[in-house]
């Protein structure tokens, strides 16, 4: 009877430690007992299930349909994550909660009290901030190469569309990158900031004291958004010219799960 007892508890302590993954344990070890984690949890927003007033989300109009996701993912995470905030609130642990994938990133968490999160029944695992290695190509200045239609505009018979008075005006593009570069001829024009405010038009996820105005200094972000709504009067670059934009640097230094989390 003993030996049963003591086979029941090793099942229940191999089920609890398998919520932290292996790579939790190995940054346990190499720094004393302590890690950087995400604690992620069972409860998800099945969209193509829930509906308000007879429609999915996907039937609805652009507003109503933003607020019913929003209030959705943020009412969910609100519930599902009460029991561990109020945990790592306890023991004055810095964290911050994410409503879009419906996780915690916690920094500098003891092991005992990782061990302790796992207990928590909606808790579903809890794994490291793994970096975003990323290796983007250098991109020459497209901004400034063509006179005219760019090539692949044509192409995909961007410019066919825009002779029937549809180039992008109304719409908000955005951007989850290396950054932009705002005060190019190409973008500076159609940035949604430009007349008013950088908040709610620029926010720098990255690990490198924030920058408050839009910034790259990579490239990339830059040349994907010129492709996007990119033209200076003679160079007509992006396929939504009339549309605003907005961006955020989630490829910046130390970039992440968190900073990418950050964007979103």
């Not at 609100?78 to 920094?107: C, H, R």
Request: proline share 3%; with cysteine; glycine share 8%.
């Amino acid at each position: 009877m003993k030996g049963i007892i003591l086979l029941l508890l090793s099942f229940c302590l191999i089920a609890l430690t398998s919520k932290i993954s292996l790579e939790v344990e190995r940054e346990l070890s190499l720094k004393g007992n302590y890690a950087d984690i995400f604690i992620e949890f069972s409860d998800k927003v099945d969209f193509s299930k829930l509906t308000k007033n007879g429609l999915k989300a996907e039937e609805m109009d652009e507003i109503p349909r933003g607020r019913f996701v929003l209030s959705e993912l943020m009412g969910t995470a609100l519930v599902s994550q009460s029991s561990t905030v109020q945990l790592l609130g306890e023991n004055k642990i810095e964290f911050t909660p994410y409503y879009v994938d419906n996780v915690i990133f916690a920094k500098n968490v003891p092991k005992k009290l990782i061990e302790q999160i796992s207990l928590i029944d909606n808790v579903a695992i809890i794994t490291t901030n793994p970096s975003v290695d990323f290796e983007l190509e250098q991109p020459f200045d497209l901004l400034n190469q063509t006179k005219g239609v760019e090539w692949n505009v044509e192409w995909v018979g961007a410019d066919k569309v825009w002779e029937k008075g549809f180039k992008g005006k109304g719409i908000v593009i955005a951007n989850s990158d290396t950054g932009v570069k705002h005060d190019l001829a190409a973008l500076k024009k159609t940035y949604r900031g430009a007349q008013s405010s950088h908040d709610y038009n620029w926010y720098d996820g990255s690990t490198q004291q924030h920058s408050k105005v839009p910034i790259d200094t990579h490239g990339h972000g830059s040349h994907c958004m010129g492709t996007k709504v990119g033209e200076d009067g003679q160079n007509k670059i992006g396929m939504a010219p009339e549309s605003e934009w907005i961006a955020c640097r989630s490829l910046g230094p130390g970039a992440s799960r968190a900073t990418v989390l950050k964007c979103l």
